[in-house]
């Protein structure tokens, strides 16, 4: 038989000022602590002094994903060779998980006729266990056990209630307090993130005969890791790449950094494309510990003719405008950089003719979402549709419309990547 009855014994209610010696002692001990740890290591000592236990543990409910579990986020008494059970369970196991499933509190005189219970220990004879409630809702709770069968009335269950509502305040202005310096150290991390990414990028935009070249980047709040540059091979070549690093912050700040250095680092006229491109998937694969990768497309313009030579890395594929308002993409690729060995890679040659238009963009750009449509995306035809618009300004200009294009279709929606855009007028 199930024995989760109040225990019979009658005592008086907890006296009001009892209750408030408790709380101003309790308040006086804890207002100068915000580790969560040490709060409800002063909470779990504290009951001591009221109620008489062998064991005891405060259960707080953690989320992971989907999946929600109870587990003791301090505890006293326990055997270590047979505490993991009752350590960490599900919600709804054992009598800590039956108090959190159902709300109510529950005293059990005889643990060995409880089949609930769940063993920590090898002398416990009775239990006590008290819901944590937070805004309404139990977020753990608090657990007491006795090597003395019936150890537990009502009178004991209504105090460790009260503390379990201290236990509530210290838990909810911890996880807050947690929270406040989560989000520093976040924005701290953002604002390094920020300046490395813009220590990177060029500062101004190069004149290289008949090429007109202008690139902008306006980084997102997450800061990704976006990347373009200008790199000067030879008097009568320059390359212009533009990268996209996975993921966010400091780490793909990192990556941008030594790719660029790489990149820089690899790239000669007498080298061609193919063979530096396989060079840094190397060097990138070698140094990658978080498996990130890197989508790069490169062009190496040549200001002695209309043509030049590219290399696509997964990235999107570049757009040519031409003045007769037709457009085309250059599909050809090779795959990401970074995270496959002993990748081949393939330049490529494209002939352009005066007032073509090229467009190197992010993804940023593409996949910009309105407020309360997330399956729309800007997309390509977007895009060719605001460079075609503006495509007798200047490069710069014409840049700057496309991001107002973003901005108008996008409104206040947050958008989760940076945007990056290079365009290059061919005169």
Aim: aromatic share 8%; hydrophobic share 40%; with cysteine.
């Amino acid at each position: 038989m199930s024995l989760n009855l109040l225990a019979k014994r009658e005592h008086p209610q907890l006296p009001a000022e009892t209750k408030l010696r408790l709380m101003m002692e309790l308040a006086r001990k804890i207002s100068s602590c915000l580790d969560l740890d040490d709060v409800l290591a002063l909470i779990i000592d504290m009951v001591r002094s009221f109620i008489d236990y062998d064991a005891a543990g405060i259960y707080i409910i953690e989320r992971k994903g989907k999946h929600k579990r109870v587990v003791a986020q301090t505890s006293r008494g326990y055997d270590q060779d047979r505490s993991s059970d009752c350590m960490c369970m599900k919600v709804g196991d054992g009598i800590v998980g039956w108090v959190i499933k159902t709300s109510s509190g529950a005293i059990v005189p005889d643990v060995s006729v409880d089949s609930r219970y769940i063993s920590g220990r090898t002398g416990t004879k009775s239990e006590m266990v008290a819901p944590i409630r937070a805004n309404g809702k139990v977020i753990g709770a608090f657990n007491l056990e006795s090597d003395r069968l019936r150890a537990y009335s009502k009178y004991d269950l209504e105090m460790l209630m009260f503390f379990a509502n201290e236990a509530a305040i210290s838990i909810e202005k911890a996880r807050l307090y947690e929270a406040l310096m989560e989000k520093q150290r976040l924005e701290a991390e953002l604002a390094v993130a920020r300046r490395v990414q813009q220590t990177l990028l060029p500062t101004s935009d190069p004149l290289f005969g008949h090429f007109e070249i202008s690139g902008l980047n306006i980084p997102t709040s997450e800061v990704g890791g976006d990347y373009f540059d200008y790199i000067s091979v030879s008097e009568n070549r320059l390359g212009v790449v533009i990268a996209d690093v996975s993921g966010k912050g400091v780490p793909a700040a990192l990556i941008m950094a030594t790719f660029r250095a790489s990149l820089r680092g690899q790239v000669c006229s007498e080298c061609p494309l193919s063979s530096t491109f396989y060079q840094m998937n190397e060097l990138l694969r070698q140094n990658n510990s978080l498996d990130q990768f890197v989508t790069a497309c490169y062009l190496d313009l040549d200001k002695t003719s209309y043509k030049f030579s590219y290399l696509n890395a997964g990235h999107n594929r570049p757009i040519i405008l031409h003045s007769d308002d037709s457009y085309e993409t250059l599909s050809e690729a090779s795959l990401i950089l970074g995270l496959f060995p002993r990748q081949p890679y393939e330049h490529f040659i494209h002939y352009t003719k005066p007032g073509d238009v090229i467009l190197l963009y992010t993804d940023g750009i593409t996949e910009a979402t309105p407020p309360h449509l997330l399956e729309e995306e800007f997309g390509i035809e977007r895009l060719v549709e605001a460079s075609q618009k503006h495509k007798h300004l200047p490069s710069s200009e014409i840049a700057k419309a496309i991001f107002k294009a973003v901005r108008d279709f996008s409104g206040n929606a947050n958008q989760s990547d940076d945007c990056t855009v290079i365009v290059i007028k061919v005169a």
